[in-house]
């Protein structure tokens, strides 16, 4: 097995020679998951289902002061009644863990009931496409099927206790709080009454009169903003323009002094790509420039496709950089960082401009002092008013939600199936157990077998010698066998236990 493919002939073979050994481990394995699910300690799980009831009463009719839909109080709730203080007088209730209560910590046997506790949301339909929280499971396991029913039924009625308690209160706190805040807004709006009162005795008439002055100052403002504009958009495009002199200039000097080498040429074609993407950030494709670089780009990738074909054919050699540019680059060089201190200037200039331009704007708005305050003492006392409307109006829907909520006729939780008394352990499963056992016992027969196999030196085929050997097999001997009183012959390799022999032979 180790010096040869492995066929589905083989496969076949080992397991027609090794099946007693499959089968034994596996019927073992069967047998032990099914002793196993006999011994281990078994246990029951009671189940309830509990439904989120809606308000008797429309919503669009009296409004829920609730804050928290269904699916944040259920898990507000479920850590409440999971808590230790709710879950030891439990414990102490049922006298649970009556053996391990000296010994062991309360803490520990809290968290033993936690864990068997389980709190399960029912998903709503999807053709309903529901947000609120339809109903939940609650699921409690034990030993003791009875102790697991009655556990399961107190933690329910825990949870519709807890239910009523909190919505109620949260109504309660609701209508405190709507309360003492109508309270304050009558108090601010009887101050805001008083202050529009003064206010009217002390400036009446007083109006503010600069305004027009401020406003021809932001009129001689506008055409200097639009003369700096102007200026900077020319000095822009004077400097694309130098810039892409000062490309072509230079992919024309690089290919004099390079006598067209492919390299030179691929950077001058980096240069003009680098040119189209600065002016297709500033024009758009029809603008002459932008014309012309993509013309100039297409005319650089056809020359170098021919110097290249040049190179292969001729074997052009590299030259060498040269030292120094010449005057028209430098010139344009520095024609480009001339635009640049123009832009630069134009810029602070029109910046200068926007500022003033700020200034007198904010001067315009804020003329109207007297008139402006007026206003916001107007709108703040309207503000106040409406503040004051809105929390009456919440008031009383609050003083009817918490009286909808004191007579139970909001939302609550219904229990659909009481707890269940388990007829049957739910751990550990029979036949779950039987099968793992019998599959784990196949899965270790199968690599036992495959262990077994490759440590096995027998050859029993020609394929085997020759995989060991490395030698070919020149003639096969038959073996005469009996069977049943029948004569038959099969054919044998010459002397297994020497097959280097047969091998020659």
């Not at 829920?64 to 944040?72: E, L, P, Y």
């Not at 007026?374 to 309207?382: A, G, N, S």
């Not at 939600?401 to 909001?410: D, K, P, T």
């Not at 490395?470 to 004569?487: C, D, E, F, R, Y």
Request: hydrophobic letters at 40%; aromatic letters at 4%; charged letters at 20%.
């Amino acid at each position: 097995m180790l010096h040869q493919d492995i066929k589905p002939s083989d496969v076949i073979s080992i397991l027609k020679r090794r099946w007693y050994l499959i089968a034994l481990i596996a019927v073992i394995g069967g047998a032990g998951g099914y002793f196993a699910s006999h011994v281990l300690p078994k246990r029951f799980t009671s189940q309830t289902l509990v439904l989120v009831q809606p308000p008797i009463v429309s919503q669009s009719l009296v409004p829920t002061v609730v804050a928290d839909n269904t699916n944040q109080r259920l898990a507000a709730m479920q850590q409440q009644i999971l808590s230790r203080s709710r879950l030891e007088p439990v414990i102490q209730q049922f006298g649970l863990y009556a053996k391990d209560i000296d010994s062991v910590p309360m803490d520990a046997l809290v968290e033993r009931l936690r864990t068997a506790i389980t709190i399960t949301p029912v998903q709503p339909m999807a053709e309903t496409r529901a947000q609120n929280l339809p109903g939940f499971y609650i699921s409690v396991v034990f030993n003791d099927p009875r102790m697991a029913q009655a556990i399961c039924a107190r933690i329910t009625n825990m949870f519709l206790e807890e239910n009523v308690q909190s919505r109620k209160g949260q109504t309660i706190q609701t209508n405190e709080f709507l309360g003492k805040q109508l309270e304050e807004a009558k108090a601010k709006l009887d101050e805001q009454d008083a202050r529009l009162a003064a206010f009217q005795r002390r400036n009446m008439g007083i109006l503010p009169d600069d305004a027009q002055t401020n406003i021809g100052l932001l009129a001689g403002l506008t055409p200097q903003l639009e003369a700096s504009t102007q200026a900077l958009t020319r000095a822009q495009q004077d400097k694309s323009f130098a810039e892409s002199q000062l490309a072509q200039q230079i992919a024309a000097w690089q290919a004099t002094q390079s006598g067209t080498n492919p390299e030179t040429l691929e950077q001058q074609l980096a240069a003009l790509e680098a040119n189209l993407t600065t002016l297709q950030s500033k024009y758009t494709n029809d603008h002459p420039d932008v014309i012309k670089a993509k013309n100039d780009i297409a005319v650089m990738r056809k020359k170098i496709a021919e110097e290249n074909q040049q190179e292969r054919n001729a074997g052009v050699d590299r030259p060498t950089k040269p030292l120094s540019e010449p005057a028209q680059i430098q010139q344009l060089r520095a024609q480009i960082h001339q635009y640049d201190q123009v832009i630069k200037e134009r810029t602070q200039q029109q910046t200068d401009t926007q500022a003033q331009i700020k200034l007198y704007q904010a001067r315009v708005q804020a003329s109207p002092a007297v008139e402006q305050e007026y206003k916001l003492i107007t709108r703040d006392h309207q503000t106040a008013l409406d503040f004051y409307n809105d929390l009456q109006k919440k008031r009383d829907q609050s003083a009817m939600a918490m009286n909808l909520e004191q007579s139970q006729q909001g939302e609550q939780f219904q229990v659909l199936d009481p707890a269940n008394l388990p007829n049957q352990p739910s751990f550990p499963k029979v036949p779950l157990f039987a099968g793992g056992g019998f599959a784990a016992g196949l899965a270790l027969g199968l690599g036992l077998t495959l262990l077994l196999e490759m440590q096995d030196t027998s050859m029993r085929s020609e394929r085997d010698v020759e995989a060991a050997l490395h030698l070919p097999v020149l003639a096969m001997i038959p073996v005469i066998t009996k069977n049943q009183g029948k004569t038959g012959t099969r054919p044998s390799l010459v002397g297994p236990q020497n097959p280097r022999a047969a091998a020659r032979a």
